[in-house]
């Protein structure tokens, strides 16, 4: 629902995440086995967000280490983790974490166990998060103290991936946690899970403020992130599309992806008659019913045209 006869000559896309100036609202979110996509794997991604002027999520299950994505460029970056050992192994990466300068921790929290993913056991894929080597038990028996512990041992900016509940995100409030990271794994863990953008709104609502929230799960278009924006969401993980546009073509093609999405972006602000994005509001977005299938592609129709 765009607004009109505002003066849009100027739009300004930035965005403030866990206090760092952006030059989007965009994360590059983390990806397991990363360096399928690009041999230099977390580090490209860490390259191409100092580039574009967005924030990079490392995971735990992609290479290179720790150090070396930090190595990679100066911009901000946040380590994300699946627990593999006891609290001595767990105090021991976010230590090497802190020390090499990460801005934010981010543990997922939707994995206890790693879903029954038949895509993958049709293509004869083992999921990377059980082909690391560890214990995948540590991960399962995680619980609230394990927040409370990291919270009361580490001076780092915690966030919590993988919440959909409203309670859950008050218990991630009551426990000091940074960020709030709405997911449910790109729907890949829990069969029929909620859309994220579904819950989005009551979490933003509950949260009320008392800590950021981020969103993710099949955001392709700059419309797609300025939906997110408008309904209360700081910040957009971007996943699928960081792995395709790595995939094709390096850091020089996920720079170029992220300059596709930064104009789409102002382009969509301007359209709906915003020329900051504090100026979306949920008045900007209603619910719509579903007027065909998706698929895989279906963000980008041209495709099927040969274009």
């Known amino acids: 629902l765009p607004e009109v006869l505002n003066d849009v000559s100027e739009v300004d896309t930035s965005a403030t995440v866990l206090g760092h100036e952006l030059k989007l609202p965009v ?9 399928v996509f690009d041999p230099h794997g977390g580090a490209s991604a860490a390259r191409a967000a100092a580039d574009s002027g967005v924030i ?13 994505i930090a190595a990679a460029s100066g911009a901000p970056k946040i380590y994300q983790l699946y627990v593999r050992g006891d ?27 790693v879903s029954r993913r038949e895509r993958d056991i049709a293509k004869r894929v083992v999921p990377t998060s059980v082909a690391t080597p560890g214990d995948f038990r540590f991960q399962a028996s995680m619980s609230w103290k394990t927040v409370a512990r990291i919270r009361r041992d580490f001076e780092i900016p915690l ?14 409030l009551d426990h000091g946690v940074s960020m709030i990271y709405v997911s449910n794994h790109g ?12 819950v989005l709104p009551d979490i933003v609502k509950a949260v009320n403020g008392q800590a950021e929230v981020a969103v993710d799960g099949g955001f392709y278009r ?3 992130i300025l939906k997110a924006i408008a309904m209360g969401a700081g910040a957009v993980g971007l996943g699928r599309l ?30 709906c008659g915003v020329n900051t994005l504090s100026g979306l509001n949920p008045g900007h977005v209603i619910p719509a019913e579903v007027v ?16």
């Open 87 to 113: 609290d001595h192994w767990l105090d021991e990466k976010i230590q090497r974490v802190i020390d090499s300068g990460y801005v934010a921790f981010c543990l997922t929290v939707d994995t206890a166990v």
């Open 242 to 271: 960081e792995g395709w546009a790595l995939a094709a073509g390096g850091v020089p093609a996920l720079n170029r992806c992220l300059t596709l999405l930064r104009r789409e972006i102002a382009i969509g602000m301007a359209l």
């Open 56 to 68: 990079s999520i490392a995971s735990s299950v992609c290479t290179p280490d720790i150090e070396e």
């Open 292 to 307: 065909s299938d998706s698929d895989l592609l279906s963000a980008f129709p041209l495709l099927d045209e040969g274009y």
């Open 187 to 198: 729907g890949r863990q829990l069969d029929q899970s909620v859309g994220t953008m579904t």
């Open 159 to 172: 966030i919590l991936k993988g919440i959909t509940r409203v309670d859950d995100a008050l218990k991630a």
């Open 27 to 35: 994360m590059l979110a983390p990806i397991g086995s990363l360096q």
């Open 222 to 224: 700059g419309t797609d």
